[in-house]
């Protein structure tokens, strides 16, 4: 339980900068996404990230029984997911940190 805890922190931060970077100077993958997340209204956004955030603990856990992947594997992949969910609603650290 530890070493998925810490891979998935571990994980979420190096995710989280990596797609920032992508974001903001090679790709602006996630631009028009956040831009339309941020025309709605708070409950709305609160509701959507609370069930992006769901699934992606969803996706993890059907991941790790039907692949059997480890503890690290699914706390990289729910890092990972986490930090996707959290670009597109810019509740990023990164982004957070440099405002």
């Known amino acids: 339980m530890g070493i998925s805890i810490v891979a998935t922190i571990l994980s979420a931060a190096i995710s989280n900068f990596l797609l920032n970077i992508l974001n903001d100077k090679v790709w602006g993958v996630f631009k028009s996404m956040q831009r339309d997340l941020c025309n709605l209204s708070n409950g709305t956004r609160r509701i959507l990230n609370f069930a992006g955030i769901l699934l992606a603990i969803l996706i993890t856990v059907f991941l790790s029984i039907s692949l059997g992947i480890s503890k690290l594997g699914s706390g990289l992949i729910l890092g990972f997911l ?5 670009i597109c609603f810019r509740n990023n650290i990164v982004e957070n940190t440099t405002k």
């Open 82 to 86: 986490g930090s996707t969910v959290d």
